[in-house]
């Protein structure tokens, strides 16, 4: 069974930083697609960042591009997001996913088949 635990969430001011981690069990990193999600109160699940396996290239959804950074470890299967310049609009639960083999659209939620339980992030103003 694929296991994916997230950590590194919490309070933080407007401006700051936070660092994810998310370490997954059961198949490796590199084989897999991952990404990251989060989801606001009364809203969707959003897409905010993937990483592909073998080349290590990346995809940021236009909200987080240029302040957020997706990257793994692949000796420990862990991926990160690294969070700057936090909004008060970026409060949310985050989510790491694996993707499934083979998709058509990196950024679509119901391509992915493997959750964690999610972390809470809240940015204060």
């Known amino acids: 069974q694929v296991q994916l635990v997230e950590s590194g969430g919490g309070l933080v001011q407007a401006g700051g930083s936070l660092r994810l981690s998310c370490v997954a069990s059961?198949?490796?990193?590199?084989?897999?697609?991952m990404g990251w999600f989060r989801q606001a109160p009364g809203k969707e699940r959003e897409f905010l960042a993937a990483?592909?396996?073998?080349?290590?290239?990346?995809s940021y959804a236009d909200s987080v591009k240029g302040r957020f950074t997706i990257s793994t470890d692949n000796a420990k299967n862990t991926v990160y997001l690294q969070m700057n310049s936090l909004k008060p609009e970026d409060t949310a639960v985050y989510y790491c996913?694996?993707?499934?083999?083979?998709?058509?659209?990196?950024?679509?939620?119901?391509?992915?088949?493997?959750w964690g339980q999610g972390t809470q992030v809240t940015v204060s103003s």
């Open positions: 996913a694996q993707r499934r083999l083979w998709g058509q659209r990196i950024s679509d939620v119901r391509e992915y088949d493997y």
């Open positions: 059961g198949r490796t990193l590199r084989t897999y697609t």
């Open positions: 990483i592909t396996p073998n080349s290590g290239s990346t």
